[in-house]
């Protein structure tokens, strides 16, 4: 055990769950490259749903933090905030939802919790939708909306929330579906649910889960839902906290491959919109996100140094167009890999959108899933020089790629053979 992790271990919880055998240390970055402490280098292909959207070190983002980190940081709740402004003038504009209105917080969770706060206020409804296998966030109200077995450990939530089917489409009764009945027999369970109970606030869902390890819905499930929902007074969240800003390539929003019939009620985004500055949000049209009486919730939330990331995150992102970057270069990752996964017993499906690309694995010749060929693949995808994460719902045995978005073809290139080899490797 290294110094720092021996260090670690006597100062932090347990339930850190840190990966890999020798815990990394990270020390710096660039672009789609980062290095340990000892030196080495290794191509991400993971940071960039964690923290870093765009790229490591990105110039323009170091640069505004810097400057208004040596001007001003004060409260985003009593003063005006010019940066925030702005920063909530672009994503209303790009959220497509009527007279949207934005809230910041500090992370995917509380985002999430005022999402929460904001439906059941509104419907004066305590009850809650979420989908089996989601993840939400670890908070009191969030946990209590997270199906993922693995992160849904104690919690006596103060949702009443029932679980619904649809986020899966490799697992579950409905599996041997094809897409349009698999559509039908989720929305044939919603209805029959919505039937027995009265009206809940809202639907909460993951266009793609994404700690459930980038599973992939028909597109369309969340449109059928929403009619349905619609009729019930029930309204719709999308947690875009792993699917925004373009990542899944043909869209903008992970909602938007659902649904033709307007955008969700609410939208909750985080993760690396701030390039490593801690950036949550909620939008919502102003009747839902004014129907608090509050006094503004979040004191971190919207200052000057994270809403200056954000913006030159965000304005890089769009100048250069790296949805349209996740949408080639993620096209061209996803065949490589369908490629090498036909070849090879163990891998049961090579699934994603853009550059959020899963790799479920399973015991050769069963529907095993095999969390321990993840963790293997893990390991010696990082011998070769490669991060990669990993996730799953029942099983932690899919492999997660997510690179920041501005990831060039050679690199794309360059970790699917270092993947390559290390799925091989695990025969
Ligand atoms: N929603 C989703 C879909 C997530 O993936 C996560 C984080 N894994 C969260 C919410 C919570 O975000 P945070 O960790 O920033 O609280």
Not at 148 to 165: A, C, E, F, I
Not at 380 to 408: F, M, N, Q, W
């Amino acid at each position: 055990m290294n110094d720092l992790y021996a260090r670690h271990r006597n100062v932090l919880p347990d339930w850190l769950a840190l990966y890999y055998e020798e815990p990394l240390e990270i020390t710096h970055g660039e672009g789609r490259h980062v290095w340990d402490a000892d030196g080495n280098r290794y191509l991400d292909f993971f940071g960039g749903i964690l923290t870093t959207m765009t790229a490591h070190a990105l110039p323009e983002v170091t640069k505004a933090v810097g400057e208004q980190a040596g001007r001003i940081v004060h409260s985003s709740t009593l003063y005006l905030n010019r940066p925030m402004v702005e920063l909530a003038e672009r994503i209303a504009k790009l959220s497509a939802i009527p007279n949207a209105r934005v809230f910041f917080t500090t992370s995917g969770t509380e985002a999430n919790d005022t999402a929460l706060l904001l439906a059941t206020t509104y419907r004066r409804s305590n009850t809650v939708l979420a989908m089996r296998n989601s993840y939400h966030g670890r908070s009191f109200s969030t946990v209590g909306v997270t199906g993922n077995r693995g992160w849904s450990p104690t919690s006596l939530s103060p949702l009443q929330t029932l679980y619904v089917h649809g986020g899966v489409r490799t697992r579950g009764p409905f599996a041997h579906l094809d897409d349009d009945a698999f559509v039908a027999a989720c929305v044939d369970d919603l209805t029959d649910l919505l039937g027995h109970i009265r009206p809940p606030a809202a639907l909460i869902a993951e266009p793609i889960q994404g700690v459930g390890g980038f599973t992939s819905p028909p597109d369309g499930l969340y449109a059928a839902f929403r009619e349905v929902l619609r009729q019930r007074g029930v309204l719709w969240i999308a947690d875009e906290v792993q699917t925004g800003w373009g990542r899944t390539g043909e869209n903008f929003w992970g909602w938007q491959a659902h649904a033709r019939n307007g955008p969700p009620d609410i939208v909750t985004f985080a993760k690396g919109i701030g390039n490593g500055a801690s950036i949550g949000g909620v939008i919502a049209g102003a009747e839902i996100m004014n129907c608090l009486d509050a006094n503004s919730i979040s004191t971190f939330g919207g200052t000057q140094l994270t809403m200056a990331a954000g913006l030159a995150n965000l304005g890089y992102l769009l100048e250069h167009d790296l949805q349209g970057n996740a949408r080639r270069v993620g096209g061209l990752l996803i065949e490589r890999l369908r490629a090498v996964g036909a070849q090879l017993p163990w891998v049961r499906e090579v699934r994603g959108r853009g550059l959020m690309i899963g790799i479920e694995l399973v015991k050769p010749g069963t529907d095993e899933a095999d969390p321990q060929a993840a963790s293997a693949v893990l390991e010696a995808a990082r011998e070769g020089g490669l991060l990669v994460g990993k996730g799953g719902g029942h099983d932690t045995s899919a492999l997660r790629i997510a690179p920041p978005l501005s990831l060039t073809v050679a690199e794309a290139e360059e970790g699917a053979a270092i993947l390559e080899s290390a799925l091989r490797g695990i025969a």
